[in-house]
C-alpha cells in the first residue's frame, strides 16, 4: 500500500448508498493512506511547530501548515539577521 497515496492523489467523494464497490474501496484506500500519513508527521514533526498539528486530518492540509509556518519562521529570521548586522560596527 502507498502511504502517501493521500498526498498525491485528491479525496474521492464520499460514500454514498449508490457508490460502487470500486468507489468503496478507493475512498479507503485514499482515507487510510490519510490516517498514515497524519499520524506519521504528527509523531515526527519538531516540538517547536507542533502546538498547531491537532487541528489537522488531512495530509495535504497539514503539509501546507506547515510549509506556511515555516514561511513565517525564515521572515523572523531574516529580520533578526538584517537587525544584528545592522548593528555591527566596523
Do not use: G
Amino acid at each position: 500500500m502507498d502511504i502517501d497515496y493521500a498526498i498525491r492523489k485528491d479525496e474521492p467523494p464520499d460514500i454514498t448508498e449508490t457508490s460502487t464497490p470500486d468507489d468503496v474501496d478507493l475512498y479507503e484506500k485514499w482515507e487510510r493512506s490519510n490516517h498514515l500519513s497524519v499520524m506519521f508527521m504528527k509523531i515526527n514533526i519538531s516540538a517547536s511547530i507542533c502546538s498547531f498539528v491537532d487541528q489537522h486530518e488531512k495530509a495535504n492540509d497539514l503539509l501546507k501548515a506547515i510549509d506556511d509556518q515555516f514561511i513565517t519562521s525564515n521572515k523572523a529570521l531574516a529580520s533578526t539577521l538584517i537587525m544584528q548586522f545592522s548593528s555591527l560596527k566596523l
